[in-house]
């Protein structure tokens, strides 16, 4: 069945300029996640939703960032005045209902790259 | 603070050989962890879990050992293939928040 996608792949932007990232979770999956790579590290968490809601958005840097899960499928994750510091991976994750020691399933990235 | 470290930032095994991955945390309330590998403009791919109330999991050709008094995890792959080159991550969580290791990268040579 098909995997979690994101779109777009690849995003180059300019330092001040407003960006959003897409992530369409595995069909069914309740729980969506998002987490920021950069070089050389692990993923970082940022998000989580359950269902529409963000039950934990602990992990967001600042004001900037902001995401939204309306309908409870795809998320939108949006960063406003964008800094050189936020070019990484950003990676977006679902797992069926979010319950305890449930795994989570990665999509491939969005490469985002500010100049 | 890093809660989750791979202090291995790289490892080349000949094929066929065992691959031994290891991965150290800090935070007593981790309760799960897992393993994830990871191929260049690709996501992170699910390999194997372990809960805390266990000390080892198998699958296949990969077992994860859990020594919870001394807060470490390892991978073993055996026999390793050339298809296991890759940049591998552990994480651990206590619930939805998953920490994760900087990875390591594994160099299978035929």
């Known amino acids: 069945g098909a995997g979690v996608s994101q779109t777009p792949s690849n995003k180059v932007t300019e330092k001040g300029k407003y960006v959003e990232l897409r992530c369409d979770p595995i069909?069914?999956?309740?729980?969506l996640y998002w987490y920021r790579q950069s070089l050389g590290q692990g993923p970082e968490f940022l998000i989580y939703?359950?269902?529409?809601?963000?039950?934990?958005d602990s992990g967001l840097p600042n004001d900037r960032f902001f995401a939204v899960r309306p309908e409870g499928s795809v998320s939108t994750l949006k960063i406003q005045r964008t800094e050189r510091g936020d070019s990484a991976v950003y990676l977006c994750?679902?797992?069926?209902?979010?319950?305890?020691?449930?795994?989570?399933?990665f999509g491939p990235g969005t490469r985002l790259l500010v100049l | 603070d890093q809660q989750v470290k791979q202090n291995s930032p790289s490892l080349s095994v000949q094929e066929g050989r065992i691959s031994i991955l290891n991965c150290d945390y800090t935070?007593?309330?981790?309760?799960?962890f897992l393993w994830y590998k990871k191929y260049p403009a690709e996501g992170p791919t699910f390999l194997i879990s372990i809960s805390s109330i266990k000390d080892k999991n198998e699958d296949g050709r990969f077992t994860v050992f859990l020594n919870k008094s001394a807060k470490h995890l390892s991978l073993h792959i055996v026999p390793s293939q050339p298809g296991d080159s890759a940049v591998y991550f552990c994480?651990?969580?206590?619930?939805?928040?998953?920490?994760f290791g900087s990875g390591t990268k594994l160099n299978v040579k035929p």
């Open positions: 994750a679902s797992s069926p209902t979010g319950a305890y020691q449930e795994t989570q399933y």
């Open positions: 935070n007593s309330m981790f309760d799960y």
């Open positions: 069909s069914g999956h309740t729980a």
């Open positions: 939703f359950q269902g529409t809601g963000a039950a934990d």
């Open positions: 994480a651990a969580s206590p619930f939805h928040k998953f920490y």
